[in-house]
C-alpha cells in the first residue's frame, strides 16, 4: 500500500469518522431524487421523472460500487442494508459485488472468461458465430451501440448464466436472487401503491440509466500485454465525474480500491506522473473527448487481440458473458 492510501486510513483513525458522511448524505439524495423523481416530477411532466428517475439509479449504482468497496461504514451487513432496495432492477447487488470483487483480479482484466467485466470475445468463439450476432456485438462496440444495446446484451448473458448457475446447484447465485427479488417487491409496492410513475416507464428508466453507465465502462479497460497498463485515466471534472463517483480515475481505483470516491481526485493529483507511467499514458481528458472519438466508432475489435488461437469451449453460438458491470 502506497504512502497516499496509507494517508487516507491514518486520517479516518485521526479524525474518529465511523462513517464517511459524503457517502451516506449522498445515499440520502440519492433516494430523495428518486422519490421525487416517481411522484413529483411524474406527475408534473413524465419525461421528466423518467430522465430523474436515470439519474437518480444509475448514481444508485455507482454508490452500490462503494458499498461492495467498504463504505461508508465499517460493517458489511449495515452497508448492504442501506442499498437492499432494488432500485436497479436487472442486476441483483449480491452478483454485482461478487462478479466486481472477481474483476478486481488485475492479472485477467480484458481476459474473456476469467474476467466477468469483459467485453472481448474469445476469437475462436468469433469465428464461428452467426453473422447476425456479429454484427449485433460490433454494433455494441460503438459508444451509441454500447449505450443503446448494451444494457439488453449485459442483462440477458447475466440471467442466463445465472439460470444455468442455479440449476447446477450454485446456492450463492440462488440467494443472491431471492434477496433481489425481495429488493425488488419493495419497488414495486412502490410504484403501485404510491408512485404516480406508469410501470412501462419506470422500466424505461432502468434501462437509461443502465446506458448512462456504459458511457463509464464504455473503455475502462483496454487489451494490453502488461496487465498495469490496461486501465484508463479520463481527467472528467464534470457531472459525469460525479455520476461515477469519481470512478472514471480507474487505474487510482484499482490500485487503491478501498479509498473512498470523494478522496480519488487528490489522490490522483498528488501522483499524476506514477499513475500514469504505470498506465502506459492509457488516457483521456474528458468524457466529451471519448464522445467525440467513439460515439459511432469502435475503439477495439469484439475478439481479444492478444487472445492465443485454440478451439473454442463454447457452442456455434456461444461467446463468454458479458456482465452490466454497475
Known sequence: MDRVNRFAEVRVRRDGLVVEWPTLLLLLATYVLWIVATTYAASLW????????????????????????????????????LVFPALNLGVPYGR?????LAHHHDPALTDPYDDPESNYQDPAVWARMSRPLRALYRINNTLLGRMLVGPA?????????????????????????????????????????VATMPVWSYLLATYVAYSLLKIRTFLEHRA??????????????GPLALLFLNNNLHVVHHMHPTVPWYRLPATYRANREHYLRRNEGYLYRSYAEVFARYLLRAK???PHPLWPPGPPVAGPDSAPAPVPAQ
Open 46 to 81: 413524465l419525461p421528466l421523472g423518467v430522465g430523474l428517475a436515470a439519474v437518480a439509479m444509475a448514481q444508485f449504482s455507482s454508490l452500490q460500487h462503494e458499498v461492495l468497496h467498504g463504505h461508508p461504514f465499517r460493517s458489511r451487513a449495515l452497508n448492504e442494508a
Open 224 to 237: 494490453h500485454e502488461a496487465a498495469r497498463a490496461r486501465t484508463v485515466i479520463i481527467e472528467d471534472r
Open 300 to 302: 477495439d475489435p469484439v
Open 153 to 193: 446484451l449485459g442483462l440477458w448473458h447475466l440471467a442466463v448464466g445465472d439460470l444455468a448457475a442455479v440449476r447446477r446447484g450454485d446456492r450463492s447465485v440462488a440467494r443472491s436472487w431471492g434477496l433481489h427479488a425481495l429488493g425488488a417487491a419493495m419497488i414495486a409496492v412502490w410504484l403501485v401503491a
Open 96 to 100: 454485482f459485488r461478487d462478479l466486481h
